[in-house]
């Protein structure tokens, strides 16, 4: 069995680790994921924001019984490559799924649940707040080892966000939000009505 590096957003002082699935070992150290870490090593602390940004959300979501792996196709992930070797559900954290794409080495993209939005934007003050189909999106994108990380905490219920996340190896920030904007929607799309 051999083992890939993934690449995907990470809580606090969580990294990436290493899981089994496809043909070779890729050589490096883990991708820390845009803005779910303290402090980036060559960047001076950034503080917290205190001010917690209020979230609107057009229509609440059910996500109960939903497989977070079902929240992104193949078809939803042609836009930035497709999808290669299997999902990695619970990867990098109980809730998400990831998937490597096709169009690049290490290449990832990911969607799952995860915690209110105004956790989130706490905790990414270099954000920016974004509308998505009528729900606030909070968006934070950043550099790491050559790869365009951005993430998206979208509002779907006052305790819930669904969080999606791409990765693209030499991409630019802005069209690496466009296309996540595009699969965050596709996600979105999945979850009926609460």
Known sequence: MTTVRRC????????????AGCASKIPGEPIP????HENHPAEPAQPRSTDAV????????????IDPCT????ADLAVVGGPVGPPHPDNPIAGTCSQLLTSGRENT?????????????????RGVQLNIEGHSAWLYCELVNSHQTCTAATAIRSDRTLLTMLSMQGAA????ADQLGKLTAAALHKLPPA
Do not use: K, W
Not at 33 to 36: D, I, K, N, S, Y
């Open 8 to 19: 995907a957003f990470m809580l606090p002082m969580l990294l990436l680790c290493t899981v």
């Open 71 to 74: 929240l992104l196709t193949p």
């Open 173 to 176: 920030a802005a069209d690496t």
């Open 33 to 36: 994921a845009a803005g779910f």
């Open 54 to 65: 209020q979230a609107h959300i057009a229509i609440p979501r059910n996500f109960d019984g």
């Open 109 to 125: 993209a990911a969607a799952g649940f995860y915690e209110p939005y105004e956790v989130v934007s706490r905790r990414q003050p």
